[in-house]
């Protein structure tokens, strides 16, 4: 067993969550909005979500890769339109002061599902990590470098969401209702434009 691969499953999951994008701003705000834990469970669900897309690249399952690509339009549909439900209830979402927003968020393990489930739904993920891998010559590696490559993602990538949920809690505390409500706005109309352009997309490829 080569636990180098470890370490490059480190390295690639911590720089591929770092990635700037809808899943990072939905991260942000659910942070700013209801506390480091929740942020934190919401990081975990996405680095889940890493973790299984680049099993199924370390693996060499191309037949998953096909049908997950295969599948992408859908995919992207259902993940714009849930991207957009959350753009509507973020826009709309009344700011609250922190003791009450942490009294009222909703559950960790609802924040862990709902943004997995999202993650899941981005095609383009399973495409980045089996890019990434063949770039790099470890897919169709042997089972135990390939368990170590998706281990390696799902630590890096969980270390990544560790730091950022770390450093936007610690600047929580000086977000007041009228920023947090503008913060609201503007995240939303990101998420929503966002959602739109995966459902143009998914339409696009019918």
Do not use: C, K
């Not at 067993?1 to 969550?17: E, N, P, Q, S």
């Not at 980045?128 to 135990?144: E, M, N, T, Y």
């Not at 170590?148 to 969980?158: R, Y």
């Amino acid at each position: 067993m080569d636990l180098t691969y470890l370490a490059r499953g480190l390295a690639v999951g911590f720089t591929v969550a770092a990635a700037v994008g809808p899943i990072s701003l939905l991260t942000i705000r659910r942070t700013l909005a209801h506390g480091r834990a929740y942020g934190l469970a919401s990081g975990l669900g996405v680095a889940l979500a890493d973790a299984t897309y680049g099993g199924v690249a370390a693996f060499g399952l191309t037949a998953v890769t096909a049908v997950l690509v295969g599948a992408r339009s859908i995919l992207a549909f259902v993940g714009g339109a849930f991207l957009i439900w959350l753009a509507v209830r973020t826009i709309l979402a009344p700011p609250a002061d922190h003791e009450a927003a942490v009294r009222e968020r909703p559950g960790l393990f609802g924040a862990f599902l709902s943004i997995y489930g999202l993650t899941m739904t981005n095609p383009m993920t399973i495409l980045s990590f089996a890019g990434i891998f063949a770039g790099l010559g470890l897919s169709g590696r042997g089972a135990p470098e390939a368990a170590l490559l998706t281990l390696g993602v799902f630590l890096g990538s969980g270390a990544w969401w560790v730091v950022l949920t770390a450093v936007i809690g610690r600047t929580r505390s000086r977000v007041t209702p009228a920023v947090l409500l503008w913060i609201n706005r503007v995240s939303g109309a990101v998420l929503l434009a966002f959602g739109i352009a995966a459902i143009g997309i998914a339409l696009g490829d019918l």
